[in-house]
């Protein structure tokens, strides 16, 4: 019994330090950039754009599809870094149970 009551705190512990790196993630930004940084996104928790800078030579007639596309480079250069940060919070909070693939619970990355 003193085992399960263990086990019990063991898993009380971890689902506040899962519920800790959530609430980190919710907070978590990152920045990308492209074209050698004309263009930056901010991106804060699970995605939201928080700022788009736009360097003023890019706003030039004829200019539109080549900063399309650097934005969406941004936006993928600042979620990749997003993810990165987030996916590390999670292991830490994980610890020893990252990786496991236990029958019955989701996989903890």
């Given at each position: 019994?003193?085992?399960?009551?263990?086990?019990?705190?063991?898993?009380?512990?971890?689902?506040?330090?899962?519920?800790?790196?959530?609430a980190k993630m919710a907070e978590t930004t990152a920045e990308?950039?492209?074209?050698?940084?004309?263009?930056?996104?901010?991106?804060?928790?699970?995605?939201?754009i928080?700022?788009?800078?736009?360097?003023?030579?890019l706003m030039a007639p004829g200019e539109g599809e080549i900063l399309?596309?650097?934005i969406v480079a941004a936006h993928a250069d600042a979620k990749r870094k997003l993810d990165e940060v987030n996916n590390a919070l999670m292991r830490e909070a994980?610890?020893?149970m990252a990786g496991m693939n236990i029958p019955g619970m989701p996989k903890l990355f």
């Open positions: 019994m003193k085992d399960l009551n263990a086990l019990m705190q063991q898993a009380q512990a971890m689902q506040q330090k899962l519920q800790d790196a959530q990308g950039t492209s074209g050698g940084g004309l263009v930056s996104i901010a991106l804060k928790g699970p995605g939201e928080t700022s788009v800078k736009i360097d003023d030579s399309a596309d650097l994980a610890g020893p």
